[in-house]
T-cell receptor, first 114, second 116 residues
Framework: DAEITQSPRHKITETGRQVTLACHQTWNHNNMFWYRQDLGHGLRLIHYSYGVQDTNKGEVSDGYSVSRSNTEDLPLTLESAASSQTSVYFC?????????????FGSGTQLSVL | AQKITQTQPGMFVQEKEAVTLDCTYDTSDQSYGLFWYKQPSSGEMIFLIYQGSYDEQNATEGRYSLNFQKARKSANLVISASQLGDSAMYFCAMRGSSGSARQLTFGSGTQLTVLP
């Protein structure tokens, strides 16, 4: 069965370190997204990609970057981790950009920045 | 910019009773989609139901129905005959059809607890 996997599931790091969260999907979807979930804010969009070599900033992109070198993967990099980036991170994908297109989510990565 | 508002941070319901989770939205797009996701304590995001802005009938999926009132810009989720397994966080979300509104925007969520 097709799926979307995130790794690691849990990560503890120190402020100032570079951290990369992995996202891999086997749906062959062109569209991939990164969200962060914080209490009281729901899920907020960090970055997204509509295809290989395409990346776009979302609502809360400061301090994050992504790259898309193939269809399956969209790694999220925190260039210099800050305590404010402690959060749960979700990767998602969708087949198209239609208004009816639902997102398929990974299981999430709990990141703690100490 | 589009916005989703969920005004109920927490809700309680007795097992086997129905419950309504509120969701209002704001958008300038004429074509848009509304979604509800469930997040149990295990953390995964589970798609529940979808309603299109041009759909004349309210969407239903088993015990879930979406009470869509376009003029009031509301898209409430109704869960009938609540079960203990319905205890979870519920998110309302929408996707518009133009510019940045094409990305899925989420509300802040409602934590539902089903009491035995």
């Amino acid at each position: 069965d097709a799926e979307i996997t995130q790794s690691p599931r849990h990560k503890i790091t120190e402020t100032g370190r570079q951290v990369t969260l992995a996202c891999h999907q086997t749906w062959n979807h062109n569209n991939m997204f990164w969200y962060r979930q914080d209490l009281g804010h729901g899920l907020r969009l960090i970055h997204y990609s509509y295809g290989v070599q395409d990346t776009n900033k979302g609502e809360v992109s400061d301090g994050y970057s992504v790259s898309r070198s193939n269809t399956e993967d969209l790694p999220l990099t925190l260039e210099s981790a800050a305590s404010s980036q402690t959060s749960v991170y979700f990767c998602a994908s969708s087949e198209s950009q239609g208004v009816n297109e639902k997102l398929f989510f990974g299981s999430g990565t709990q990141l703690s920045v100490l | 910019a589009q916005k989703i508002t969920q005004t109920q941070p927490g809700m309680f319901v007795q097992e086997k009773e129905a419950v309504t989770l509120d969701c209002t939205y704001d958008t300038s797009d004429q074509s848009y989609g509304l979604f509800w996701y469930k997040q149990p304590s295990s953390g995964e995001m589970i798609f529940l139901i979808y309603q299109g802005s041009y759909d004349e009938q309210n969407a239903t999926e088993g015990r879930y129905s979406l009470n869509f009132q376009k003029a009031r810009k509301s898209a409430n989720l109704v869960i009938s005959a609540s079960q203990l397994g319905d205890s979870a966080m519920y998110f309302c979300a929408m996707r518009g059809s133009s510019g940045s509104a094409r990305q899925l925007t989420f509300g802040s969520g409602t934590q539902l607890t089903v009491l035995p």
